[in-house]
Nanobody
């Protein structure tokens, strides 16, 4: 069992930056592919980025490439999402998730554990 707790969300102006953190407990994240998803009001939850435990590769959805970076600190059992050049359309609740699979999947069904989410609001 893995417990995930996100933090770092908030209100920021367009063009600004935020760094989200996801602290894991219960088990080491070294055996999990870790991902970030987001859900905007009235929309379905969507994949943002993920990092594979197997080969260390990271994957990002096209809309955040060049702006968002996912990273992990295994010693702290924490993953991060550095978000730069934020846009109003990035406004959403951001969720951290953990998957047993060594590959990165963009589907929610591939992830076994979820955090409670943190709100990110980008004003124009």
């Amino acid at each position: 069992q893995v417990q995930l707790v996100e933090s770092g969300g908030g209100l920021v102006q367009a063009g600004g930056s935020l760094r989200l953190s996801c602290a894991a407990s219960g088990r080491s994240i070294t055996s999990y592919t870790m991902g970030w998803f987001r859900q905007a009001p009235g929309k379905e939850r969507e994949f943002v980025a993920a990092n594979s435990w197997h080969d260390g590769r990271t994957y990002r959805t096209d809309s955040v490439k060049g702006r968002f970076t996912i990273s992990r600190d295994n010693a702290k059992n924490t993953i991060y999402l550095q978000m730069n050049s934020l846009k109003p359309e990035d406004t959403a609740v951001y969720y951290c998730a953990a998957s047993f699979t060594p590959e990165v999947f963009t589907s929610m069904s591939a992830y076994n554990y979820w955090g409670q989410g943190t709100q990110v609001t980008v004003s124009s």
